[in-house]
């Protein structure tokens, strides 16, 4: 068997929106898993999630989840299939909105827009904010958003992966449950996470790969959930199963275990990936923001997301002529979304500075070839 490869051995660096990059301890530990894990003596792919050995991983990833959030007692902490998407469905079937008290959802960007017809499809919805016309290119400040007290809960997307926009506070009132789709910035920093009846994150675009999706229910916030759910849609299933209600992607978990113990271990918690990540983006944004216009960021300078740096060359040509010099100096997952275009940096927390730094001198190679 061929020995593995190092990240600088390697012929491209992933800087793609999802899946992400993942840490190259943890792939090295992956590789080792497909073959035996070790204390186990079967390969990752071949291990019943009804062993001992798996239930102990789904607790050790909870014990994880919850000191890296700082996590009361009344949540629980699911591992469900479906990604993200599933979870646009199975909170308004659960949380069932009425007229006389609609349920309210911010639309910020691409994915929070997917989240709203969902939600229509069980209830009444009031859109507090809708950016379409200006392409969204910034978040609502407070003062553009009016929050009633009636609503049965506030949803909005922390970071709008495709637009690459970012808050970083804590919206809604604290007498209304928060309901949070933190996909693609989940443990890349602190979020208070005590101030949200319900967190969702699928894996793969910042801690794991695709297939598993964390989902994080304060007690209370099921009291009232109605009782002919589908039993697969229910989240009291899978509490009482304790995530193992039917098969599990016992792979996709056991990776997001170990990029859990990376974080804590290696980084040293969220806090500090947030640092981490800080000085990554503003490496890239100090690039966009000098003054000759070359790079073009593409929102606010109060609303950047550090997980997703999304910009614009001079024309779509100019835009392909970069890409595809930077496929061919190794750097991968570029291209902006496609419903979007332009380019777009994804530095989730797998992405190291020092890859950072390389793209942000081909970055500066690049546009000095043009303008010379
Ligand atoms: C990618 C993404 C989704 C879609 O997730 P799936 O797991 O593919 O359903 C939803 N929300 C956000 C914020 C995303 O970035």
Redesign the pocket.
Known sequence: MKSHQSVNQRNSLNFSG?PGALPEPVLQQVQQAIIEVPEVGLSILGISHRSDWFAAVITELETNIQSLLNLPENYHILFLQG???QQFSMVPMTLRPQAVSPAEYLHTGY?SG?AIPEAMRKGAVRVLWNEVDNNFRRLPTDNELSFSAQAPYLHY?S???VEGLQFHRVLGRDDVPRIC?M??DFLSRPCEAERFSLIYA?A??NIGP?GV?VVIIRDELLKNAPDDLPGFLDYRSHIQAHSIYNTPPVFAIYVVLLVSRWLINTIGGVARMAQINQNKAELIYKLLDTDNNFYQGRADAGDRSMMNVAFNLSSPEMEQTFLNAAQAAGFSGLAGHRSIGGIRASIYNAVTLPAVKKLVDFMDDFQHKQIR
């Open positions: 999802g990604g993200a998407t994915w997917k997307v970071n709008e992966t789709d996909s693609s699928h793969q675009k695709a999706t």
